[in-house]
């Protein structure tokens, strides 16, 4: 496994966040899920294209977890031809506003269109430099640990640094800096198998609003909740160290 040489994202914060409820504003709205999945993805462009004012430097979405292949097949299928829809009609959207895309996760149960699809835009957007946008596709935080761990069965150990920076490159993606916020919108309380080792020290924000309905002026009120926050990473600060 060799890591990626390709230009680093401009500096910033990295943030995660989890999209759920897609399926459930599509029903509430008396539509098809796949509608609601189609939502999400306007939803993932105004995101995209305001994060790096709000000095946002790395944004990972969870898209599609290992889990989610337990999901009926028609749902599965609508899914992996939006994938494919968004690669080929954002790609260059990327290109122009230097935003480099990156696809983690397992790549071995996708089909071959797609994965050639997917390594197509990695190529094309490489040189971006003012957003690294990672796209978790067939991902699982534990099977990324897991996978990491067995390729140091005949290797010297390794501190934190160098196990997180192996446990990125064995998900297809560059060693990134560890999360700083995590969102989840759709009301749930939970992290489901999400950036599990980069996520120790991220602050987290559970939000009721559904995927869709997620704007520009929601992830700037993120930012600013965060902004406000004392991160101590088990350290005393200030007064209290005295």
């Not at 462009?45 to 097949?73: C, M």
């Not at 759709?186 to 991220?202: I, P, T, V």
Request: hydrophobic share 45%; net charge positive; with cysteine.
């Amino acid at each position: 496994m060799t890591q990626s040489a390709s230009p680093q994202a401009a500096p910033g914060l990295h943030v995660g966040i989890i999209m759920d409820g897609n399926g459930r504003w599509a029903t509430g709205k008396g539509r098809p899920r796949s509608e609601g999945h189609r939502a999400g993805a306007q939803t993932v462009r105004r995101v995209v294209e305001v994060a790096p004012n709000l000095g946002i430097g790395t944004l990972t979405l969870y898209a599609f977890s290992a889990d989610n292949w337990n999901r009926p097949a028609l749902e599965v299928r609508a899914l992996m031809r939006l994938f494919r829809e968004y690669l080929r009609a954002e790609t260059p959207r990327c290109i122009r506003n230097g935003v480099r895309l990156e696809i983690i996760g397992r790549r071995d149960r996708l089909d071959a269109g797609l994965v050639g699809r997917i390594e197509r835009a990695e190529r094309a957007t490489g040189a971006g430099r003012r957003l690294l946008l990672r796209i978790a596709l067939d991902y699982s935080g534990r099977d990324a640990i897991l996978r990491a761990a067995q390729c140091l069965q005949a290797a010297a150990p390794l501190g934190r640094e160098a196990f997180g920076r192996l446990v990125a490159i064995v998900d297809h993606g560059t060693p990134v800096q560890e999360l700083d916020l995590l969102i989840r919108t759709g009301g749930e309380r939970r992290l489901s198998d999400f950036l599990l080792w980069e996520a120790a020290y991220a602050e987290l924000l559970f939000l009721e609003r559904l995927w869709p309905d997620f704007g520009e002026a929601d992830l700037a009120a993120a930012m600013h909740d965060f902004g406000g926050r004392e991160r101590r990473y088990g350290r005393l600060i200030g007064a209290a160290a005295g």
